[in-house]
């Protein structure tokens, strides 16, 4: 198995806590070894996150309308799990 295989084998079955540990150490560094002429990386960062903020409430709401139609509520409790929301 090459290295690249064995790599990436290893990054996907890490947990995502450390992944992004890993990822924010990386930003520091780059950052540090790049100093100023980090600047340029500005822009696609800001990009990145608008992207993600405007992808999450979309994704929130489709959670809330699978947990709302796969839940197995009966009876009182049904009505009191519909009007909550």
Do not use: K, N
Request: charged share 10%; net charge positive.
């Amino acid at each position: 198995m090459s290295f690249p295989t064995r790599a990436s084998r290893l990054w996907q079955r890490a947990p995502l806590y450390i992944r992004i540990v890993l990822a924010l150490v990386l930003g520091v560094l780059v950052g540090l070894a790049l100093g100023p002429a980090a600047g340029g990386l500005g822009l696609p960062g800001q990009l990145v996150l608008r992207l993600l903020g405007a992808l999450a409430p979309p994704l929130i709401l489709a959670a809330i309308v699978h947990a709302l139609m796969t839940a197995q509520l009966e009876g009182a409790l049904t009505f009191r799990g519909l009007c909550a929301y």
